[in-house]
């Protein structure tokens, strides 16, 4: 009998529960007990969901980070966490303050970056030389006990030892292996603890082994299953996100009882895993999709499944790809969604059903299923043969795409100088990334609007108003370019998607990026084409109202790409041209309106990095012609700006500036400016913007903080090629927050300019 199992459920709940009630903590608004209590109720009502499942995960949720959730189970809290209850510690770590109110709220909060290659954000882990661990297991423990009054079988998951590692960074270089030996003995107590508690089976989450590993790591692999093997309790070692390939067959023979591979990321190894698992070890078989939200074909897996059924018997597990967590809920809350769309659909319940749909299959004949596998089968066939999917005229821009399109007309020296005429900024100029604060007025507004209460003239009067509000700020604070704020966007990819056909919308399909940061990504389904114009209008006006440069702010093709659900049937790279056409549209009708800067965010161009290095050429240069087709239509004199959030790019600086961009706008100030260190062996030939404070965290950065953040900078980068702006939009602040902090980035700007002679500002920059 075939096995299923989930390796992890979306943890916010279908209506953002989580969200809120995190919030509303913060705010003040409520207490410690009341996110408890949510929190309860939310994992109750998950495991509700997953009853299907032979086995349910327990350990999964988390209020904040699951990797930061294993560093205070393993006892690895950075001293300047501080005292209080865990809790406090907890959020001091996460976003830089505690829940309590009356919190000093002076701590850096932890370094945050992609999980892998999803848009989903971890807190880093934090080591040096003298790190210590010690077991917390409260949490865990509890959560099972919640979970087993639930009746049915659980499956603690625990993010692997040598993984763990692998995610962190020893802040004063030594050798993060170095601490392993430690590290077992503390996870080997924990085992010990789960087994103490009746666990049979354990989910050791190992993902590194689908990149490529070093000797050492791959032997710190080793020593850590063999450490494990002589408890008794069951260990699932897991992996997901890619293939195996140098590492398939050291995931075979590690001493675990089990072994779960992504068999949508890599259906090619199944085979080979098949011929190298020894018989009496468990295959699980990853076979829904837990990155994307497209029916799974239940025909056609049953087709090459089955065999593996009757070769393995009760030594076959299912399981989707990966956890839940990077797809929205439930399909059921989607009211509006037009129904021939909705019906290619699944989310994470529906997953779980297609799942279950499989494991019956398996066990007990197709007959047994036969009106769910007919009507799988009637949505697969109506989604490959349906006419809104494929446009001629789309099909037809492609094929005009030549090298021209991806070029400016002169070098970088040649433009900047234009450029430096055209604008007459000073030195450090200031700006933002884009966003202002997004206040419940706003959002009720669009809520309004897009419910038919407010009339379109009235709604574009009262947007316009905020739009005032924003550009009126940034003149009394002294900013050098401007931004409109986007008062009218509700998501910096989902604002475009809507404007573009090729497009569908969800209401709820909401996504965890990070803490209680939800997304609700966009489901590309068909050719992208742009019908009309979507920004001038709201950039036009807000130029209008200044003297000084606006900036006209878009979203590029590879981040439309990334941050979307994006159809299947065919490459992402020939969609990613469909979307670089239509962007570069918006880009050259901005110029031909007068706007002199454009900025193309490239947000999440580093997430798209496949996790082999040796297909990250072959992505680098679609994503980087994609991003140059859409900015290079314009004149040497309009400066065009990019920008990138929160990724780890210094091994890929060299594709970063084949982007050609004029201006680069990055985050560094929440790695402490380690993002910087790429410019220390790379010489960078444009200007650049290193985030000088972290948007994310609701502490106000001081002048001197960012003066000093600059003069770090300038060691790496000429002063004369240097900007000063937030790391990332400022949507997700209060206007308070934001009035403080860039009120002490324009002094700090201008401290630095305070020296008459740029050989004098180079001196100061680098020596402080």
């Known amino acids: 009998m075939v096995t299923t199992h989930n390796l992890g459920f979306p ?50 949720f988390s209020l904040y980070d699951h990797v930061l959730d294993t560093s205070f189970l393993l006892g690895n809290i950075p001293e300047r966490a501080g005292s209080g209850d865990t809790l406090q510690q907890y959020f001091r770590v996460a976003r830089g303050r505690a829940h309590n109110t009356d919190d000093c709220g002076c701590t850096r909060a932890g370094e945050m970056t992609k999980w892998f290659d999803t848009n989903y954000h971890y807190i880093v882990p934090e080591f040096d030389a003298q790190t210590q661990f010690a077991l917390n297991p409260e949490r865990l423990l509890g959560e099972l006990s919640e979970a087993r009054q639930q009746g049915g079988k659980v499956k603690p998951v625990l993010l692997g030892p040598v993984t763990y590692l692998w995610l962190g960074k020893a802040r004063d270089g030594s050798n993060k292996l170095d601490l392993l030996e430690s590290l077992l003995e503390i996870y080997s107590q924990l085992l010990q603890r789960l087994e103490d508690a009746g666990v049979e089976w354990v989910q050791l989450d190992e993902p590194i082994l689908a990149t490529d590993l070093s000797p050492e790591w791959k032997q710190a692999l080793e020593r850590s299953c063999h450490r494990f093997k002589t408890q008794k309790i069951n260990l699932l070692l897991s992996t997901y996100f890619g293939a195996l390939e140098d590492n398939l067959q050291l995931a075979c023979t590690l001493p675990v009882a089990g072994l779960h591979i992504d068999a949508i990321n890599n259906p090619k190894e199944v085979t080979r895993v098949v011929d190298w698992l020894p018989a009496h070890k468990v295959l699980s078989l990853g076979v829904i999709d837990g990155r994307n939200i497209w029916k799974t074909d239940l ?16 030594g076959l597990w299912l399981a989707p790809s990966c956890s839940l967590l990077h797809v929205p809920v439930d399909l059921t809350n989607e009211s509006a969604l037009d129904p021939e769309i909705k019906s290619w659909l699944s989310f994470a319940v529906q997953k779980l059903e ?32 349906s006419t809104r999917v494929h446009n001629a005229s789309v099909q037809a821009a492609m094929g005009q795409i030549n090298a021209e399109f991806g070029q400016r007309r002169s070098p970088f020296p040649t433009r900047a100088a234009l450029q430096r005429q055209a604008l007459n900024l000073p030195e450090f100029p200031t700006t933002t990334i884009g966003s202002f604060p997004q206040t419940d007025e706003i959002r009720s507004l669009r809520r309004r609007y897009k419910l038919g209460e407010l009339q379109q003239m009235e709604y574009e009067r009262l947007i316009k108003q905020e739009i005032e509000r924003a550009v009126s700020v940034q003149e009394e604070l002294g900013l050098d370019v401007l931004v409109h704020g986007e008062a009218e966007r509700n998501d910096m990819v989902e604002y ?19 803490g209680s940061r939800c997304v609700k990504p966009p489901i590309l389904y068909g050719d992208i084409s742009r019908p009309s114009g979507m920004t001038l209008q709201w950039i036009q006006y807000a130029q209008s109202l200044t003297q000084k440069p606006l900036k006209g702010m878009l979203t590029g093709p590879v981040t439309m790409l990334n941050w979307s659900f994006v159809r299947d049937d065919q490459k992402r790279s020939r969609t990613a041209l469909q979307l670089a056409l239509a962007i570069r549209e918006e880009v050259q009708q901005l110029e031909a309106a007068g706007i002199q800067i454009i900025q193309i965010d490239e947000a999440a161009l580093r997430e798209g990095l496949p996790l082999r290095r040796t297909e990250w050429q072959g992505y680098l240069d679609w994503a980087v012609e994609a991003y140059r087709i859409s900015a290079n239509g314009v004149s040497d004199s309009t400066q065009i700006h990019t920008h990138m959030c929160y990724s780890e790019f210094n091994d890929i600086i060299a594709a970063v500036a084949q982007m050609d961009a004029d201006v680069i706008t990055i985050e560094s100030s929440r790695s402490d400016m380690e993002l910087l260190n790429a410019f220390e062996k790379f010489s960078y030939p444009n200007d650049i913007g290193p985030g000088v404070y972290d948007i994310h965290s609701p502490n106000i950065p001081t002048v001197e903080q960012i003066v000093e953040n600059m003069r770090r900078a300038a060691q790496r980068i000429p002063a004369e090629r240097l900007w000063v702006n937030p790391d990332c939009g400022l949507k997700t602040r209060k206007w308070d927050e934001v009035l403080s902090a860039l009120s002490n980035m324009v002094s700090a700007a201008r401290a630095l300019r305070d020296v008459s002679e740029p050989a004098e500002t180079n001196t100061l920059m680098a020596n402080g």
Not at 502 to 508: D, L, T, V, W
């Open 11 to 60: 943890r916010i709940g279908g209506n953002r529960e989580l969200k809120f009630a995190l919030e509303s903590l913060w705010q003040g608004k409520t207490h410690a007990a009341n996110l408890q209590a949510t929190a309860e109720q939310l994992r109750a009502r998950h495991w509700a969901y997953q009853k299907s499942c032979d086995y349910r995960p327990v350990g999964d």
């Open 299 to 314: 025909n056609a897996a049953l087709e090459w499944l089955q065999p593996l059924a009757d070769k393995r018997g009760d």
């Open 354 to 385: 297609e799942l279950a749909v499989l494991a019956k299959a398996l066990n007990h004949g197709c007959e047994s299923v036969a009106q769910a596998l007919e009507d799988n089968k009637a949505a697969i066939l109506g989604r490959r043969s």
């Open 496 to 514: 475009f998607g809507e404007q573009l056909q090729g497009y569908a919308f969800s209401e709820k399909g909401w996504v965890q990026s990070y």
